[in-house]
């Protein structure tokens, strides 16, 4: 069965600065998708980054990018130039598609304080 | 833009009650999902549906029970709600076809049991 694991319950940043938030998973399946998902205080969870496995190139939006370690079963995040809006739980997701059955896992989550 | 709504931000329910979460979603996706989350645990999944009238159980189906009647619209329900079904709920969409896997979720509805 996939497991997904974030060590890191909590974690502040001070705006401006970098910050990492670590993921790791378990599988045997060689195609899959994985994700970080960012649920601010009280406000609808968004999907922040895709990679898909099957990618060497690791996916970067804007100030978000990832560092995908396939062997490692690794996937961090790392947000650059913080912003208070970044204050936010982040979820690490994993994703497999199967005959039209889609399993989602979802790691327990990262909470963010970005600093003033 | 994508909108997946969900009928209540905040639910107090008495326990043994029959109680039902409904979502909805403008986008035409064929998937669409019922998590619960808690602090600690992340989301677990419910139940999953593909089309109307489909539906597959998740990680934690006991106690639940789903309906789509229509493609826009997904139904949890809670037969006889507990106290240990406190928690959040929140509603996910996804296109089928596309393989891309983003999910789309709503605001969240936070169940409270007394």
């Known amino acids: 069965a996939q497991t997904v694991t974030q060590s890191q319950p909590e974690m502040s940043v001070q705006e401006a600065e970098t910050v990492t938030l670590s993921c790791t998973y378990d599988?045997?399946?060689?195609?899959?998708?994985l994700f970080w998902y960012k649920q601010p205080p009280s406000r609808q969870m968004i999907l922040v980054i895709r990679?898909?496995?099957?990618?060497?190139q690791n996916a970067t939006e804007n100030r978000f990018s990832v560092n995908f370690q396939k062997a490692a079963k690794s996937f961090s995040l790392k947000i650059s130039d913080s912003q208070l809006g970044d204050t936010a739980m982040y979820f690490c997701a994993f994703m497999k598609h199967d005959a039209g059955t889609y399993k989602y896992i979802f790691g327990t989550g990262t909470r963010l304080k970005v600093l003033a | 833009d994508v909108k997946v709504t969900q009928s209540s931000r905040y639910l107090v329910k008495r326990t043994g009650e029959k109680v039902f979460l409904e979502c909805v979603q403008d986008m035409d996706h064929e998937n669409m999902f019922w998590y619960r989350q808690d602090p600690g645990l992340g989301l677990r999944l419910i139940y999953f549906?593909?089309?109307?009238?489909?539906?597959e159980k998740g990680d934690i189906p006991e106690g639940y029970s789903v309906s789509r009647e229509k493609k826009e619209r997904f139904s949890l329900i809670l037969e006889s709600a507990s106290t240990n079904q406190t928690s959040m709920y929140l509603c996910a969409s996804s296109f089928q076809g596309r393989v891309s896997g983003e999910q789309y979720f709503g605001p969240g509805t936070r169940l409270t049991v007394t």
């Open positions: 599988t045997s399946e060689n195609n899959y998708y």
């Open positions: 990679q898909e496995a099957y990618k060497q």
């Open positions: 549906s593909y089309d109307v009238k489909m539906k």
